[in-house]
């Protein structure tokens, strides 16, 4: 069984893991030479799915580190840069969109966030069905615990994201 996890934004990465073990992990910037690169993974995807002889069906799940898409709070102008979504209708939407939140600023753009965060994925023929979400400070934890020698542990987590809705 495997299950592919998938960092976007900075530190843009993918991990395979199969039967609960991680056995595969690469940062995009090493396969794009692009250092510090923003983006979503793709190339490291299709590393990791190419080593592994894989496809989508393959996979039990598509793990992400966040409960919500829509957490990262991103514009949808750097999503659609980040999805690759080129089209001058998606590069308009984006501006349209978050020139819309500037301005009345309470407004809540995150189901059409999660809209174009789904629609390009399935576009691209990622299985929806297969996306699940986690904590992301939880992740960070249990990054640092699980290939540690230790049977018990105390993690803290600080990477300069504010813990919101806690």
Not at 50 to 57: E, G, V
Not at 66 to 91: A, P, Q, W
Not at 104 to 122: A, C, G, M, P
Request: hydrophobic share 40%.
């Amino acid at each position: 069984m495997y299950i592919l996890g998938i960092n976007f934004g900075h530190g843009a990465s993918a991990c395979l893991l199969k039967n609960g073990r991680l056995i595969a992990a690469i940062e995009n910037e090493k396969l794009t030479r692009i250092k510090g690169q923003a983006t979503f993974p793709f190339e490291a995807i299709n590393y990791l799915m190419d080593l592994y002889k894989l496809n989508f069906d393959k996979l039990q799940a598509i793990a992400f580190g966040c409960k919500d898409i829509s957490e990262f709070g991103y514009s949808i102008t750097n999503l659609n840069k980040y999805l690759r979504n080129d089209s001058l209708i998606s590069k308009m939407q984006g501006i349209f969109l978050d020139f819309y939140k500037f301005i009345f600023f309470r407004s809540d753009t995150s189901k059409k966030f999660k809209e174009v965060f789904y629609n390009s994925l399935k576009h691209r023929g990622f299985p929806i069905d297969k996306l699940i979400f986690y904590d992301h400070h939880e992740c960070h934890a249990y990054s640092a615990y699980y290939p540690s020698p230790f049977n018990e542990s105390f993690v803290l987590t600080a990477d300069g994201r504010a813990i919101i809705n806690h």
